[in-house]
């Protein structure tokens, strides 16, 4: 499978201050990555879809001014909360899918938490 | 609307063996996942069932009825590191993951 990283793994920061987290596919080209948000004990949900070279597709109540991802490269995306709150803390997730087929396995990365204070 | 449905905690022992069910009710369907997320870290995959039927591999198998919008992972000799929270995932007609809450298992000795 592919292997995934992010970084960092853990960020705290002050309310009002932006955050970016860098999604790499170490060892494959990912045409297409998820960014997921997980609160505890609660499922993953997903945020947005991110094609490389074209603007990402948020889920519906995600605020794409807030969650600024972009994609350019096959092998980078990045996740950036802009002006963060304490309810944007949570575990944030990236996974990655070659987009060849149209069911693809996603790998996922090891995921960053964010503590916003 | 989209639903997944599996028990929120399940206890096992030991070497046992124990069954997580998931049913689901999607905007289509291709196929369902099952991911293993121990806690603090992200899922991993683990099986993908698109047909009817049961899909082994090693200590771990998936059983799928579409008709029914059911589906088990079935977790043999159990070990202390299989304690983890496991994620039935199906697709829908987007071929986009519907997630649930997730099972959390505890083994114990």
């Known amino acids: 499978g592919a292997v995934v990283s992010q970084h960092p793994s853990w960020v705290i920061c002050k309310s009002g201050t932006s955050v970016k987290i860098e999604c790499r596919s170490l060892?494959?080209?990912?045409?297409?990555m998820f960014w997921y948000r997980q609160f505890p004990k609660q499922s993953l949900m997903l945020m947005a879809t991110?094609?490389?070279?074209?603007?990402?597709?948020?889920e519906q109540g995600v605020e794409k001014d807030k969650f600024l991802i972009n994609h350019a490269s096959l092998t980078l995306s990045t996740l950036t909360v802009t002006s963060a709150h304490p309810e944007d803390s949570s575990f944030y997730i990236c996974?990655?899918?070659?987009?060849?087929?149209?069911?693809?396995?996603?790998?996922f990365g090891p995921g960053t938490r964010l503590t916003v204070l | 609307g989209q639903n997944i449905d599996q028990p929120t905690e399940m206890t096992a022992t030991e070497g046992a063996i124990v069954q997580i069910n998931c049913t689901y009710q999607?905007?289509?369907?291709?196929?369902l996942f099952w991911y293993q997320q121990h806690a603090g870290e992200a899922p991993t995959f683990l099986s993908y069932?698109?047909l009817d039927g049961l899909e082994e591999k090693g200590r771990f198998s998936s059983f799928l009825s579409r008709s029914k919008g059911y589906s088990y992972l079935l977790l043999k000799e159990l070990q202390m590191k299989d304690s983890a929270s496991y994620l039935c995932?199906?697709?829908?007609?987007?071929?986009?993951?519907?997630w649930g809450a997730g099972t959390k298992l505890i083994i114990k000795p």
């Open positions: 996974s990655v899918s070659t987009g060849l087929a149209e069911v693809d396995e996603q790998f």
């Open positions: 060892d494959f080209q990912a045409t297409t």
């Open positions: 991110s094609n490389e070279g074209s603007k990402a597709t948020y």
């Open positions: 999607t905007s289509g369907f291709n196929g």
């Open positions: 069932n698109v």
């Open positions: 995932a199906p697709l829908d007609s987007n071929y986009q993951l519907i």
